[in-house]
């Protein structure tokens, strides 16, 4: 990738903070209120962040609050589609909802100070008292409702508040058509848990940007395929991982397989979803070829093929597993800048938001997605069930995350600890996402950063990359 002609953004006394080294990352850049505030500005000012699913505005007039330091931004499902308002009367300034979400087909949007009106549309349907402004104050575009950047995708909308930011997938890249390919569009939230972490935002994704930390982290899942693991992180050797244990026979590798896809379903109450799992029970005693090695991907594709047909009968809209695994391999884990990422597994998903809500506090969400039969799909849960992050009511492996993450928040404070240092080949995402959001401070223009953008699907586990930002 050419390199390009960067000169760099006015960082002040953050300027120290700035990456110069790609496999260093100064610690100051977690808890900083100067490096802080510029992420603010030419991050969160700039990038699509996900706003809200699509199953909490089904309906004309629905509308969701999406907060993010500060600002407001409407989001709601009109005749025309999905739209979205920045949320302030245009008298005063005063934001015209008054909870986190509701429907507006019947009274609009009324000002709690004045009673100013607006329609679905944000077009001003009430004034009171207009005899007494001036009557280009009232002008009827003067009066509209501003407009925010929205788009759909995945079962979600997303906003910018950067009016001339480059389209949503040109920004993120072609990880959007591989998660497509895997039935995103289809999936529905089955549960949706909110929790505070006393962290940055970035250490909360970064716990996600790499399986190295399953051994310690996760023992469970280490201990039921230790080759897995041991293959890809313990031994060197890099690539995937092999999940056979030579020393067991195939059909003791199959039964370790189906113990692992069992702690993935219960540790993250979800992903691996309840009626895959039972169809991969029935499977356990199918002939397999006595090789191990061979045996275990027979299984799989078995298992794929008998989820694919026995959900599809159901009326499920899912895609041929084996089909998509061979034409748009996923990661374990997709990452959509900034804070955005998805853990697919076979037609399930769990997908992860984690927001800003200052330089050591973040609001971070978890939604478990499934496929459903039309007629069959849950309630849409329009809140987080809002928990402590030590809450035993988390599931396992969410909890086992959630234990580390303030950890690191205070050790990264200590004296002596200056900077984090990655592995390059298993934590590049780490460094390659730290580097877009200097990129961002810097003023790259957004083709660029969305040529960069594109660069981070599929990087998780990853190396560090050329993300064509001149010295970075
Ligand atoms: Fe909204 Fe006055 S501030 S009507």
Redesign the pocket.
Known sequence: MADIDYTGGNWGCAGRLKITDREKIPAGRYFDEDFFKLEAEHVWGHAWQMACRLEQIQNIGDWVDYEILGKSVIVIRTAEGVKAFHNH??????PLTDGPHGNCKTKGFI??????RWNMNGESTFV?GKQMFSPELLEKDELALRPCRVETWGGCAFINFDDDATSYRNSIGPVLGRLEAHGMDNLRAEWWFGTVLPANWKIAMEAFMEGYHVMKTHPQLQHTVPMLYNTRYGMDTGGSGAPVNPELSAHENILAQFEHLKLLHSGMAGMVCAKELDIAGQLLDVVLPENPAEALPVWYHLVQEQITRRLRAKGEKVPDLNAVAVSDPVNAVEFLFPNYFLLPFFTGMSSYRIRPLGPESCLFEIWSLAPFAPGEEPAPPMRPTMLPYDSQDFPLIPRQDYSNIPLQQKGLHSKGFEFARLAKNVEGLISNYQRLIDAYIDGVPGEILARANNELGGNFDGKIVDLGLGGL
Do not use: D, I, L, N
């Not at 009367?89 to 005063?94: A, E, P, Q």
């Not at 000002?111 to 100013?116: A, L, T």
């Open positions: 009367c245009r008298h005063r300034g005063v000002c709690p100070f004045h009673g100013w009171y």
